[in-house]
């Protein structure tokens, strides 16, 4: 089986505001970057969707392959590892009986892992991680490209 190391970040200019979402997967020597953004959006959506993107991009590209997920978002990590079997037994209700925000992406990551083999590690923002800041120089270029 392929193994994948996929790294992910999304970023915002206000919150909402004019976003951005990017990803790099090294599969061996070879390394793939997508990005892309939104004129109006939430940092934590652009987090899910940089992951989301990514996963579509592997599932798409590569057959029985396992993939460890490197994020700075612990709102991610801890949502699709912990929270989401919670949500999706309260009918996408939090503890607190409300309604679970950004749903659809969710419900969209929740249909990304299933087929697949998924390790999630969390990473330190803006640490020095080659790869992660990598990613946070391609959401910076998507943010630049959405407000033209």
Known sequence: MRSLDVYTDGGCHGNPGPGGWAYVVLNGNSTITGSGGRISTTNNQMELTAVIEALSFVTEQYEKTSVRVHTDSEYV???????????KRNGWKTAARKPVKNQELWVTLDERVKNLSVEWEWVRGHSGNTYNEQCDRLVQEAIARTTG
């Open 77 to 87: 990590k801890n949502g699709i590892t912990s929270w989401i079997n919670t949500w």
